[in-house]
Nanobody, 127 residues
Framework: QVQLVESGGGLVQAGGSLRLSCAVS????????MGWFRQAPGKEREFVAA????????YYADSVKGRFTISRDNAKNTVYLQMKSLKPEDTAVYYCAKDRVSTRRVTTSLEKEYDYWGWGTQVTVSS
């Protein structure tokens, strides 16, 4: 059974930074791409960023490109989301998720392609 646990959320002022972490149980973490999604109040969950199984490829939503950086440490079974220049519209619950296909060549933004999800961590950006 795969478990994902996010951490690092909190309250930050606009322009500030946060780093989210997602610890993943299981011996096959390094075989799978990982993604970050978020859901703001009253809105649908949306894609934020993804990273390939080997860390060689990343993909970002336009809304976060240039401000957020996704990375992974396969030795620690952990994926990160470094967030800078935060805006009030970044306020949301952030979820990490595991790709359902191993060693996928191209990362995906489609929720249906992720089979395990964490419980989420709240990020609140004050203006």
């Amino acid at each position: 059974q795969v478990q994902l646990v996010e951490s690092g959320g909190g309250l930050v002022q606009a322009g500030g930074s946060l780093r989210l972490s997602c610890a993943v149980s299981g011996r096959t973490f390094s075989w799978y791409a990982m993604g970050w999604f978020r859901q703001a109040p009253g809105k649908e969950r949306e894609f934020v960023a993804a990273i390939s199984w080997d860390g060689g490829s990343t993909y970002y939503a336009d809304s976060v490109k240039g401000r957020f950086t996704i990375s992974r440490d396969n030795a620690k079974n952990t994926v990160y989301l470094q967030m800078k220049s935060l805006k009030p519209e970044d306020t949301a619950v952030y979820y990490c998720a595991k790709d359902r296909v191993s060693t996928r060549r191209v990362t995906t933004s489609l929720e249906k392609e992720y089979d395990y999800w964490g419980w989420g961590t709240q990020v609140t950006v004050s203006s």
